[in-house]
């Protein structure tokens, strides 16, 4: 059959070409589970080598980044630990309730610190996840509550 209409319309190269052509352009429609996991495997490469490119480039700034890490966990932590101090304290003094209070409002500017504690942890122990967690404290930075 092909060589009848190859003849017909010029020639069985012709023909094969459009046949190729047609074909090529149908699998191009179709979007297999095999092609989004290459493309999947492919963003993830990428962005893995866009970090590391990243960090070589900006290993003049490693003493900064540093010290403020650690300048941020530190007032974390003190928030959290100062938290706990007035709230145990709280049961042995004569007025709890200012003691409580103080507490409370300690605790709730820790929290308001948990996205930046996110991001320091997420850098230094989670890089190649960094895209999932960086929207998560972004959100909690934006006064959201996440998705």
Known sequence: MFNFLGRMFGTEKAMSAVVDGVSNGLDKLIYTS???????????????????????????????????????????????VSAQALSVAAVWADKPDQLLESAKIISESAVEMNGAMMLILAFYFAAPHMGKIVEGALSKFGGNNGP
């Open 34 to 80: 095999e092609e989004q996991a290459d493309d999947s495997r492919k963003a993830v490469t990428e962005a893995r080598s866009m970090m590391i490119e990243w960090m070589k480039n900006s290993q003049g700034q490693n003493v900064a980044r540093r010290f403020l890490a650690v300048v941020i966990t530190l007032v974390w932590l003190l928030q959290y």
